[in-house]
């Protein structure tokens, strides 16, 4: 006898809950936050969370594309815009590799994605393939991480510029502007996410789909922890060069 579905209460309840996973809680975070990384591990995770940042515009296309419903691609554009920047208008990728250049990388090897590390590589690949593969409704439910998404910007601008004055502050923009867009996109997402999954099994489906995308966000951060906290990023025990592949189409 399957389970009697979650109400809409309690299913967002459940959602929330998944916040005790959010990648905010990884110790390479909390070293950001409470001034303990290295300038190295700021520039590492800024060089490498761009890789991120670029790809998202490309699974929200996916997910648009995959979308009969009109109402929603309309809105969900916004998404886009708000990464690749409107004609005539930056929009956050811009804004990230400003925040590169404030923290001392050059803006040509950010955008040349050297510095990627194949774990990194391979987390924001699976999260773009699964949104190409899946649904329309699970592909942007699992954008719901975004329900955590503020404060975890709003501990960097507050963290930050106590703790690493070396920053130029005007790279602190992103975060700036992604305090008000995420919290438009929860709107949107939460009411996609509740009006759609009302069973409980599609609940529980919805929850290891958050839990997936809660996934790639943490193993990201690992893979920055063994190459700039651990010191042993890929082929370290039998080279000290950067060999991994950059892509290539492939």
Excluded at 96 to 119: F, K, M, Y
Aim: one cysteine or more; aromatic letters at 10%.
């Amino acid at each position: 006898m399957s389970q009697q579905a979650m109400t809409p209460e309690q299913f967002e309840h459940a959602l929330r809950g998944k916040g005790d996973y959010y990648h905010i809680h990884h110790p390479y975070h909390v070293a950001m936050h409470t001034g303990q990384a290295t300038r190295e591990q700021i520039q590492g995770w800024v060089a490498n969370r761009f890789y991120y940042q670029i790809s998202i515009p490309m699974k929200d296309a996916a997910i648009m594309a995959n979308c009969p419903d009109r109402a929603v691609r309309r809105e969900w554009i916004q998404r886009i815009l708000d990464h690749d920047g409107a004609p005539g208008e930056d929009g956050g990728i811009e804004a990230w590799l400003r925040l590169a250049e404030s923290v001392g990388l050059d803006r040509a090897q950010v955008l040349s994605g050297e510095l990627v590390l194949p774990g990194v590589r391979f987390a924001v690949d699976a999260y773009v393939n699964f949104a190409r593969r899946a649904n329309w409704q699970e592909a942007a439910s699992s954008s719901l991480t975004e329900l955590f998404a503020p404060h975890i910007h709003q501990s960097r601008l507050d963290a930050w510029p106590q703790h690493y004055p070396w920053i130029d502050a005007r790279g602190y923009e992103y975060f700036r502007k992604r305090l008000s867009e995420a919290r438009r996109d929860v709107e949107h997402g939460l009411q996609i996410t509740l009006q759609h999954y009302t069973t409980r099994e599609a609940q529980q489906r919805m929850l290891a789909i958050l839990q997936f995308k809660l996934d790639v966000l943490w193993s990201m951060l690992d893979a920055m922890s063994m190459a700039y906290e651990l010191k042993r990023p890929p082929y370290h025990t039998v080279t000290d060069q950067r060999i991994w592949h950059t892509g290539l189409g492939l």
